[in-house]
């Protein structure tokens, strides 16, 4: 939560001396005792124009009127209050401040007549240029962890580039060693099939040999029947004229 910024008519020219680094002052205390009808002021000097976060809680349970005024480093200034006084038990925010001057945070027990409270704060100052500077550096090293991603990013895609390269030339070698096999085979099986036409072929031409000698022999065996057939008739010829003649 932001309690308040200081109001732009107490901004004050800052000199060059301003942009150095002042480094973050912590005021912190753990159950410091404002006593009964006491008030505990804590002023603050504000050198240059800063953010005053603040974090405070009474303890056990009670509360106190808290309250923030400033006095702005200018001659015939008067105290201005930034936050009216609310009774709290704990409150945590911060307070934006554009000048230079005293900032009073104000823990007040007054209305209470019996009961001492036991209070702890933690407050921290630092310069809106110092703030501005941790942003700048912050953003910075967002930045180059941008750049280291975006490298490591590049080098994870062409780890995993070259990956599915060397897999792919590996498939693609495996591809061609298994067409070498298969042309080879194919080629074994062309040899074996050329050696069994071989074979066909000079079985056909037996068999068309065979055939030719069978038809050979039909005829022959043909002819010699014929001229069996002849020789029986000339004999069976040759016995009927004997017998006429006895």
């Known amino acids: 939560a932001v309690f308040l910024s200081c109001p732009p008519n107490l901004a004050a020219a800052m000199s060059d001396n301003n942009s150095k680094s002042m480094g973050e002052v912590v005021l912190?205390?753990?159950?410091?005792?404002?006593?009964?009808?006491?008030?505990?002021?804590?002023?603050?000097?504000?050198?240059?124009?800063?953010?005053?976060?603040?974090?405070?809680?009474v303890d056990d349970g009670y509360d106190v009127d808290f309250s923030l005024k400033f006095l702005e480093n200018v001659e015939g200034a008067t105290v201005q209050t930034l936050v009216e006084a609310a009774r709290s038990q704990a409150r945590e925010g911060q307070l934006d401040i554009h000048t230079t001057g005293t900032c009073?945070?104000?823990?007040?027990?007054?209305?209470?007549?019996?009961n001492p409270k036991a209070l702890t704060y933690h407050l921290s100052l630092k310069s809106k240029a110092d703030i501005e500077r941790e942003r700048k550096a912050e953003m910075a090293r967002l930045a180059e962890l941008?750049?280291?991603?975006?490298?490591?990013?590049?080098?994870?895609?062409?780890?995993?580039?070259?990956?599915?390269?060397?897999?792919?030339?590996?498939?693609?070698?495996?591809?061609?060693?298994?067409?070498?096999?298969?042309?080879?085979?194919?080629?074994?099986?062309?040899?074996?099939?050329?050696?069994l036409e071989q074979l066909y072929n000079a079985a056909k031409v037996g068999v068309e040999a065979i055939a030719d000698e069978a038809d050979a022999a039909d005829e022959l065996a043909r002819e010699l029947q014929a001229k069996l057939s002849s020789l029986l008739d000339s004999a069976a010829q040759d016995g009927e004229d004997g017998e006429a003649l006895d």
Do not use: C, Y
């Not at 005792?33 to 405070?56: C, Q, Y």
């Not at 945070?105 to 007054?110: E, S």
């Open 146 to 195: 941008k750049k280291v991603a975006a490298k490591e990013a590049v080098l994870v895609r062409r780890q995993a580039r070259t990956a599915m390269i060397v897999e792919l030339e590996g498939k693609v070698a495996d591809m061609i060693a298994h067409e070498h096999s298969a042309r080879g085979r194919l080629m074994a099986k062309q040899g074996e099939l050329k050696r």
């Open 104 to 114: 009073f945070v104000v823990w007040d027990n007054q209305f209470s007549w019996i």
């Open 28 to 57: 912190a205390s753990s159950g410091m005792t404002i006593k009964a009808g006491g008030v505990f002021e804590l002023p603050i000097k504000v050198d240059r124009p800063s953010v005053l976060r603040i974090r405070f809680e």
